[in-house]
């Protein structure tokens, strides 16, 4: 999926926004967003920050609300995987 570049503001290359694979954006947006931050669908939003130094049980349910979300977005392909309290994510929005 291609949209515009975003790292905490649009980036403006020849004086225009610069384009790119908007992919890792659109998981990273979910990721760092809560349920009801997006007006335009409250849904949306991982929550992930509520998971912090949680035990065995919350790691359970933040996997199967990162596969829900990630299903809900349109990603067609991806491997969540929590190693070693660190959480990996690899979408693609492409077949």
Known sequence: MKDFFFDNDLKIVGGDFQITNSDNQHVALLA????????????????????????ISDITKMLHIVNIQLMADGVLKKTVKYINSQLSIDASYNS
Do not use: I
């Not at 997006?38 to 920050?49: D, I």
């Open 32 to 55: 760092s967003t809560a349920a009801g931050d997006w007006k335009q669908n409250p849904a949306a939003g991982m929550g992930l920050n509520r998971f912090l130094k949680s035990d």
